[in-house]
């Protein structure tokens, strides 16, 4: 059985993918305030 990964797996990535960076980014604006 091949293993197929679901498009809102995909979506799910992505969106995590830009919430860590947004979370990044706020992170380095509170740190050089």
């Known amino acids: 059985m091949v ?3 679901p498009c ?3 979506a799910i990535l992505i ?3 830009k919430n860590g960076l ?5 992170f380095i604006n509170i ?3």
């Open 3 to 5: 293993e197929k990964k």
């Open 8 to 10: 809102w797996c995909k």
């Open 15 to 17: 969106l995590s993918l």
């Open 22 to 26: 947004s979370a990044v980014y706020l």
């Open 31 to 33: 740190k050089n305030e």
